[in-house]
């Protein structure tokens, strides 16, 4: 069985500050990870995945997320946090071991970020 | 590109009715999920439509139900409905080949009374 693990509920942070947001997972085999974004009565928006290869993944709005297999972390960061950047992040994995049955992804049950001016 | 649609965008109904939510996906998506987000509890996986055929579902009783279409538009079925089954319900998909992308619908927020 997948799981994603997102410790903190909220996370404030200074604009212009880095930021970041934890994420741990578990899977059987290799991950494909993904962090979404959701804004207030909204939907929710791809920010970036990892796959296979580098690390260090760069995604939208100037988001980023590294993965450490070592740690099974993949956390989401930004050099400089701004205001809009104020939304609930959702970290995601599939198991790309598990075989059909894992084409959905596990979530995590989200983080608040709040950037404040 | 158009992205992922949902009708309605709110349902109101009272427990022990049926509730039927509409998915569109992407043009050229064959696959469909739906998500339920109940406050609190984060997303959770409920079901996968693949060429018109379920291929999973969460963990949620057979009163969620659900289908694809030959469009490969999706609706989904809450017969029954319960005071808990108030949530966001989000629509996904996704591409042949490319099924750990998945692109999302705004969601119908469901409120049982």
């Known amino acids: 069985a997948q799981s994603v693990a997102q410790p903190e509920d909220q996370v404030n942070v200074a604009e212009g500050n880095p930021l970041t947001v934890k994420c741990t997972y578990s899977?059987?085999?290799?991950?494909?990870l993904f962090w979404y974004v959701q804004y207030p009565n909204r939907g929710l928006q791809f920010l970036l995945k990892?796959?296979?290869?580098?690390?260090l993944v760069k995604g939208s709005y100037g988001f980023e997320a590294e993965f450490n297999k070592s740690q099974t972390s993949f956390h989401l960061k930004k050099p400089s946090a701004l205001v809009s950047d104020s939304a609930l992040y959702f970290c995601a994995v599939r198991d790309i071991g598990s075989g059909a049955g894992s084409y959905q992804l596990t979530f995590g049950k989200g983080t608040k970020l709040s950037v404040i001016p | 590109e158009a992205g992922v649609t949902q009708s309605p965008t709110h349902l109101i109904k009272t427990r022990g009715q049926q509730a039927t939510l509409r998915c569109s996906p992407i043009s050229g998506h064959t696959s469909v999920y739906w998500y339920q987000q109940a406050l609190g509890l984060g997303l959770q996986f409920l079901l996968w439509?693949?060429?018109?055929?379920?291929?999973n579902r969460g963990n949620f009783p057979p009163r969620f139900s659900g289908r694809q279409f030959p469009n490969y538009s999706s609706e989904l079925n809450v017969n029954a409905l319960e005071l808990e089954d108030s949530a966001l319900y989000l629509c996904?998909?996704?591409?042949?080949?490319?099924?750990?992308?998945?692109?999302f619908g705004p969601g119908t927020r469901l409120t049982v009374t």
């Open positions: 990892y796959i296979t290869g580098d690390n």
């Open positions: 439509y693949d060429e018109g055929e379920e291929r």
């Open positions: 996904a998909s996704s591409s042949p080949g490319l099924s750990y992308e998945q692109y």
């Open positions: 899977v059987s085999g290799n991950p494909y």
